[in-house]
């Protein structure tokens, strides 16, 4: 069974600029959840999408934005970058149904660097 | 709102040493689920378990184990004779239950492991 895939696994970008990361799901979870996770902060919520419906949101300015597709898959996209969003940036899936117990698996990151 | 706290930032034991990673936790939540996630260098966070907030029960797991106990919103996680493949960065995490992972993980600051040969 294959895990959570992200792509790509490094990235660097220019102030200013815009990225967006892509996060595949395990097959057959329907949740995925992306995170933030920083030397300073820590591993910090950003969103999280279930059938193609964002459920939840961290506490991250508009700039953070993400979707879910039909397939479960998902990307995030971030605009406007700032040297703050350099970070390693994982999603995890998991089956997500109400009562399933939020067992959440976690891909290998994007590594973002922005400069 | 929800809190993590692992109060130890850094544990260095010499290999086959017992270990005990502290995680202690705050919700208003009656349902909740409690995690421990692995991180090694590579940068993905492996799960290694997961408890409900109904099942006290402690478990084993090989020469891991767990003990829950709500009394004092802790749950902790002990690695018996340590090995240095042990080294990592360990998280604790906590969600709100019935909501099938909406609420996404509340992390830990991590403690980091370092075992020595």
């Known amino acids: 069974k294959a895990g959570v895939t992200q792509t790509p696994r490094y990235l660097i970008k220019t102030r200013g600029q815009q990225v967006t990361l892509s996060c595949s799901p395990i097959?057959?979870?329907?949740?995925v959840s992306w995170y933030q996770q920083t030397p300073g902060q820590g591993l910090q919520f950003l969103f999280e999408y279930f059938s193609e419906t964002q459920r939840n949101k961290g506490n991250f300015p508009g700039r953070f934005s993400g979707r879910q597709f039909s397939n479960s898959r998902s990307e995030m996209n971030v605009s406007t970058l700032e040297l703050g969003d350099s970070a390693l940036y994982l999603c995890a899936s998991s089956l997500g149904g109400e009562g399933s117990g939020t067992e959440a698996f976690f891909g290998q990151g994007t590594r973002l660097t922005v400069v | 709102a929800q809190k993590v706290t692992q109060a130890q930032t850094e544990i260095s034991v010499v290999e086959k040493e017992d270990v005990t990673l502290d995680c202690v936790y705050e919700?208003?939540?009656?349902?909740?689920?409690l995690f421990w996630y692995k991180q090694p260098p590579s940068g993905e966070l492996v799960f290694l378990i997961r408890r409900n907030s109904f099942d006290e029960q402690n478990e084993i797991s090989g020469r891991y184990s767990w003990n829950f106990q709500k009394s004092t919103s802790s749950f902790n996680f002990t690695i018996t004779a340590s090995q240095v493949v042990d080294s990592a960065v360990y998280f604790c995490?906590?969600?709100?239950?019935?909501?099938?992972?909406?609420?996404?993980?509340?992390f830990g600051k991590g403690t980091h492991l370092i075992i020595q040969p």
């Open positions: 097959s057959g979870h329907r949740s």
């Open positions: 995490a906590l969600t709100a239950g019935g909501r099938g992972g909406a609420d996404g993980l509340t």
């Open positions: 919700t208003r939540d009656t349902t909740y689920y």
